[in-house]
Structures are given as C-alpha cells and as structure tokens.
C-alpha cells in the first residue's frame, strides 16, 4: 500500500486508507517520539481531525508499507523518511492497543490477531465454564 502524506492529509484520512488492507489496525501520531519499548503518553496524541501540516514541518512524499512489515519498521520508516512520530495500534474488541510488546509481528500477522480477539464468543447449551 502507498500512502500519500501532503501537508492537507489528516490522520484520520491515514487511518481510513489503513483500514483498507488493514482494517483491525490504525494509526497514532504523537507530538514527539517515543522512547522504544515505552508507552505514549495520552497528551502527546494528535487529534485524528488534524492535518499533518498543522502539527508537523512535514516534507511531502510517499510510504510504501508491505503486509510483511514488521510494525517496527513501519513505525521506523515513519519517523526517519518524515520525522512523524507514529505509533500502530491494534484493535482488541472495545479498546485500542498499543504494539510495543509485539512490534515485531508483522502488519498482517497484527491485523490477524486482532480479528480474532474481535470475533464475538459464541455460547451453547454445553459450554463448561471453570
């Protein structure tokens, strides 16, 4: 997938080309990176209405992200092609996650995991709780 980041690109237009090919992931921007294997920090968050150029000295251009990207990478190639702090969230029923964990799972194996955590549970007469 070849996302266009310009300077009239929200995050939430990000998020909806992600959902595409990956529709149990998204994307968070941040107002400065965080540190590997730490969370980040709530107030940090960019708001999704937000356009990249109203956050960022953005410089134009394009990212090529594959289903075999690890998270990492993808994170990585954010931040050292456009200086854009971004952290991949994966969905897990009603809450939003962060990756740091299993940031090097790849997007598909990320998106993968989450569809399954988003599959309802289904209950018979015969299931056995313990």
């Not at 999704?48 to 992200?65: A, Q, R, S």
């Not at 594959?66 to 990492?72: Q, V």
């Not at 092609?81 to 994966?90: G, I, N």
Request: without cysteine.
């Amino acid at each position: 997938m070849k996302l266009a980041l310009t300077r009239s690109t929200t995050i939430r237009d990000l998020n909806q080309l992600l959902a595409k090919e990956f529709p149990f992931l998204k994307f968070q921007f941040y107002i400065d990176p965080k540190r590997t294997m730490e969370t980040s920090h709530v107030a940090r968050r960019v708001a999704d209405n937000l356009t990249l150029g109203e956050v960022y000295d953005l410089k134009e251009g394009f990212i090529n992200i594959h289903p075999n990207d690890s998270i990492a990478s993808v994170e990585q190639k954010f931040y050292d092609e456009f200086a854009l702090p971004v952290q991949v969230l994966r969905n897990m029923g009603e809450v939003w996650i962060e990756t740091n964990q299993t940031d090097n799972l790849t997007m598909q194996k990320q998106n993968a995991i989450a569809k399954e955590a988003t599959r309802p549970v289904r209950f018979n007469l015969y299931t056995l709780f313990l």
